[in-house]
């Protein structure tokens, strides 16, 4: 298997198209990015030359295959251990992404790994990487929706959901009637857009929510907020020199993770939904709390520092997606609360 984090020469070396120098391969980026986030009626540009296609393993491959572990650490470990043992369709694969992601973080997989791309440069792409280092797992690539596993089905949506939109991830969500769905998106505003509107469209077809919700209640946000979770991740030196080449911060990485099953699983903590940040005192943020209701809270430094919580360590308690326990000291004003922070080991 191949060695994470992976550096920049030996990713590069598995390329359709191998790019001479880093210059060469950010020009292709750049490129690729204006359709990814400004011109997205011509995403489908990013996916139809080899160039593109090993610039997107190059970097895209590089960074994203560490946010699937990131996210399945939260959730609950029966959970886990249920997504290891059941049959994988990844929709939206890429060069296998999250399929190798998932290997990785597991060591063994059960069922069989699916992933459905509609893009023949892509599977080729990923193909290459099965052929070279994962030859021994029961990985499958396709572009038809045929013969696909009927039982015990997590369903994945890989970046795509925010492409595909949410009327087709319906109709395909009734034709492979998965088990569990699981959604890891970009953590932007459009991309939640999509991800609420298939959360409603799961209630009514019976899916409850695992994470990051509280309960299977309606979204509270309005159409001007999103939701969405930092993961912190750490590259090899020579990806982090490329992001930074890049200007993006990947390593505060913002995604839009949910996993939704036919089970119940409620929880009575809150998730952090917006950091609003710190004066000499305290913090401020919202969460998001069990009851799935926006409430905004102070917790001052002095009650951290009687915690153990060192100085520099104190605002990584309250990353947008992280949960956390917190005890109400007083109502500030209404739906503001000054609160401890509870930390459990």
């Not at 020579?238 to 409620?266: A, G, W």
């Not at 919580?309 to 992280?322: C, D, H, I, P």
């Amino acid at each position: 298997m191949l060695n994470f984090p992976i550096e920049f020469d030996q990713i590069n070396s598995l390329a359709l198209r191998p790019f001479e120098n880093v210059h060469q391969l950010i020009k292709v980026l750049e490129s690729m990015s204006k359709n990814f986030n400004i011109s997205r009626d011509k995403i489908h540009q990013n996916y139809i030359d080899e160039a593109k296609i090993s610039a997107y393993l190059c970097y895209f491959f590089s960074t994203n295959i560490l946010k699937i572990s990131a996210c399945l650490d939260r959730l609950s470990p029966d959970l886990v251990s249920e997504i290891q043992h059941s049959n994988i369709i990844d929709f939206g694969t890429g060069p296998g992404t999250t399929l190798i992601g998932l290997i990785h973080h597991y060591g063994e997989m059960s069922g069989d790994l699916i992933g459905i791309d509609t893009s023949e440069l892509m599977l080729k792409q990923a193909r290459v990487l099965k052929d070279k280092y994962y030859a021994n797992f029961k990985i499958k690539y396709q572009t038809d929706l045929d013969l696909l596993p009927s039982k015990n089905v997590t369903l994945i949506f890989s970046n795509s959901l925010n492409e595909v939109g949410s009327t087709y991830a319906n109709n395909l969500i009734k034709k492979i009637k998965p088990e569990r769905i699981l959604l890891l998106e970009p953590g932007t505003k459009e991309s939640f857009s999509e991800v609420k509107k298939i959360q409603a469209i799961l209630y009514e077809q019976e899916y409850r929510v695992n994470y990051p919700c509280s309960k299977s209640l309606s979204c509270p946000l309005d159409d001007q907020n999103w939701c969405h979770q930092y993961i912190n991740l750490r590259f090899s030196q020579s990806i982090e020199s490329l992001t930074q080449r890049m200007k993006k911060d990947r390593r505060n990485s913002p995604v839009i993770f949910h996993m939704y099953s036919k089970k119940e699983m409620t929880q009575n903590s809150n998730i952090v939904f917006r950091y609003l940040g710190e004066n000499k005192y305290s913090f401020e943020f919202e969460v998001c709390n069990h009851e799935n209701i926006i409430e905004k809270h102070r917790v001052l430094k002095s009650s951290l520092k009687k915690l153990g919580v060192k100085k520099s360590k104190m605002k990584l308690f309250f990353l947008a997606g992280l949960e956390i326990n917190l005890k109400i000291d007083k109502e500030i004003t209404s739906n503001f609360f000054q609160s401890k922070l509870i930390i459990t080991q």
